[in-house]
């Protein structure tokens, strides 16, 4: 069974830092894409930024110069640095990876549960 846990979220400061990381775990043949998505009450999902294996990224462009998306593949772990934070990014964020858990199971998307980023002063 895959799994994917957020953690780091939380309240900072708005020009505040938080570092987010999303640890997949269980049956792991192979994983492409990493990413991270947020929804803020009353708006949909969207994407913040995303990772391929190898090491290629993407960002939203509202994100740009202020957040950095890694991947440490040894440990099938995604990061999220964000800097400089402001009170729209205030959201739920969530992880996703695009992987396949055997040679019997096609590629699919599993997500994380989501953690709560609130910035505030």
């Known amino acids: 069974q895959v799994q994917l846990v957020e953690s780091g979220g939380g309240l900072v400061q708005p020009g505040g830092s938080l570092r987010l990381s999303c640890a997949t775990s269980g049956s792991i043949l192979s994983l492409d894409v990493m990413g991270w998505y947020r929804q803020a009450p009353g708006k949909q999902r969207e994407l913040v930024a995303a990772i391929t294996g190898g090491g290629s990224t993407n960002y939203a462009d509202s994100v740009k110069g202020r957040f950095t998306i890694s991947r440490d593949n040894t440990k099938n772990t995604v990061y999220l640095q964000m800097n400089s934070l402001k009170p729209e990014d205030t959201a739920v964020y969530c992880c996703?990876?695009?992987?396949?858990?055997?040679?019997?199971?096609?590629?699919?998307?599993?997500w994380g549960q989501g953690t709560q980023v609130t910035v505030s002063s």
């Open positions: 996703n990876a695009f992987l396949r858990s055997s040679y019997a199971s096609p590629w699919s998307v599993y």
